[in-house]
């Protein structure tokens, strides 16, 4: 069965780049959320989108935006770039906004040096 | 003090043992429970839900306590393939917001 893909796995960027990272949902998955987990740490919520509208706003940093485009894929956009940055970027995807079915994505390794 | 907080162990057992994992939320409003299981450097993966009336998947059990704002996870008859990481995850009502737990460490030893 067709799962979560996130492009690119691994992703070295400079202090101060930019980087976007692509969520592609389930087919027909119309809600997709976006995680950052630092190492040792817990998934953090970052934002969610249902039917291509944000639906909810976590931890996102200013620098940081992102958007459902109307195929529904996602894209996560950073800007300004910080050490702090480097973390495993999860995307997970869910139908009608149902949090209890969430699957997620390979995740992308983010590392700013 | 964190939105959910687990016991993060680690929790070293024997091949056979019984364990059970808490975890506690501090938003009165949340309104979906689950537990999920990340194994090192993969994504998470949902466990079971967690139901008001507690539920049973083979040898995993979940518990909700509303009043005490308190979930828990049994796990029976530990095998080596239940190593893991089990993450405690509270959605707040409409389900868009989920709060992960900074998860608990299970090793299971031979």
């Known amino acids: 069965a067709a799962g979560v893909i996130q492009s690119p796995r691994h992703l070295i960027k400079e202090k101060r780049e930019t980087a976007t990272l692509k969520c592609y949902p389930i087919?027909?998955?119309?809600?997709v959320y976006w995680y950052q987990q630092g190492p040792g740490q817990d998934p953090q919520f970052l934002i969610s989108?249902?039917?291509?509208?944000?639906?909810d706003k976590g931890s996102i940093p200013d620098r940081f935006s992102a958007q459902q485009f109307s195929d529904y894929h996602s894209e996560l956009n950073m800007s300004s770039l910080e050490l702090g940055d480097s973390a495993l970027y999860f995307c997970a995807s869910s139908f009608r906004g149902r949090s209890d079915e969430q699957f997620f994505g390979p995740g992308t390794r983010l590392t700013v040096l | 003090r964190k939105e959910v907080e687990q016991d993060p162990g680690p929790f070293n057992v024997p091949e056979g043992a019984t364990v059970a994992f808490n975890c506690t939320y501090s938003?009165?409003?949340?309104?979906?429970f689950f537990w999920y299981r990340q194994d090192c450097r993969k994504e998470p993966k949902l466990l079971m839900s967690v139901y008001s009336s507690g539920n049973e998947d083979g040898r995993f059990t979940a518990q909700l306590n509303r009043a005490s704002q308190y979930i828990s996870l049994l796990i029976r008859d530990s095998k080596l393939s239940d190593s893991a990481t089990y993450l405690c995850v509270v959605a707040e009502t409409g389900g868009f917001k989920t709060i992960f737990g900074a998860g608990t460490r299970l090793f299971v030893k031979a």
């Open positions: 938003n009165s409003a949340s309104q979906s």
């Open positions: 087919p027909r998955h119309d809600t």
């Open positions: 989108f249902y039917e291509k509208m944000q639906s």
